[in-house]
């Protein structure tokens, strides 16, 4: 089946820096969504990416949907404390309806 | 507007009891999914549907039933739980229009089978 890998698994960050996270795959995608999930709850979506190529900004988020359809990037300005928790990358098939694909996620941790 | 609400929120179950989970949508959204989510790995899709009197199997359908037959709600059962069925399960709901692929997520119940 389909599958997505996140980098980096995990990263530990200096509040005020900034993020950068990548999802790729050896498939190709219609569409990327990012999502956020803190701890005990569910995930929430944060930027939704529909063309190759396409750069999509949400306040301090930052995400790119690759030129080649198989990866996109999430980048994270002046990180702050509640900036912590899992990102998500999920890809959304060709030709299989709205089904998508989540990757592992990237745990991110911000020192003060 | 609540958006998508699951009950119950814990869960524990012994090996071989039965149980429903339910997940209810506000937002008049056509599609409701099921996943299952465990540690160190992406979310799995279990079953989901397109629409009322529809569902469907996803990834991991199998141990586990759905049912759709409401517009608002998606129920997942449960028939005779196993240990590995431990896991968090999360409900979400999206609309098929024209840009709009993003799926809304519950805040997700968290089940142990012992």
């Known amino acids: 089946g389909q599958q997505l890998n996140q980098s980096p698994q995990s990263m530990f960050i200096q509040e005020g820096e900034d993020v950068s996270m990548n999802c790729t795959s050896s498939?190709?995608?219609?569409?990327w969504l990012w999502y956020k999930q803190d701890p005990g709850e569910g995930p929430v979506l944060l930027i939704a990416?529909?063309?190759?190529?396409e750069l999509t900004s949400n306040g301090r988020l930052t995400a790119q949907f690759g030129i080649t359809r198989k990866d996109s990037f999430l980048n994270i300005s002046a990180s702050i404390p509640s900036d912590v928790g899992i990102y998500f990358c999920?890809?959304?098939?060709?030709?299989?309806?709205?089904?998508?694909?989540f990757g592992p996620g990237t745990r991110l941790s911000v020192l003060p | 507007n609540a958006g998508v609400t699951q009950t119950p929120k814990f869960r524990v179950l012994k090996t071989g009891q039965s149980m429903t989970l339910l997940c209810a949508q506000d937002?008049?959204?056509?599609?409701m999914y099921w996943y299952r989510q465990d540690p160190g790995m992406g979310l799995r899709l279990i079953h989901y549907?397109?629409?009322?009197?529809?569902?469907a199997k996803g990834e991991v359908p199998d141990g586990y039933n759905v049912s759709r037959l409401k517009k608002q709600n998606f129920l997942l059962g449960l028939e005779s739980a196993a240990p590995s069925q431990t896991s968090v399960y999360f409900c979400?709901?999206?609309?098929?229009?024209?840009?709009?692929?993003?799926?809304?997520f519950g805040p997700g119940t968290r089940l142990t089978v012992t």
């Open positions: 979400a709901s999206s609309s098929p229009g024209s840009s709009s692929y993003e799926q809304y």
């Open positions: 498939s190709i995608f219609n569409t």
């Open positions: 990416l529909y063309k190759a190529g």
């Open positions: 999920a890809g959304r098939v060709p030709n299989y309806g709205q089904n998508f694909v």
């Open positions: 937002m008049n959204h056509e599609y």
């Open positions: 549907s397109v629409g009322e009197g529809t569902t």
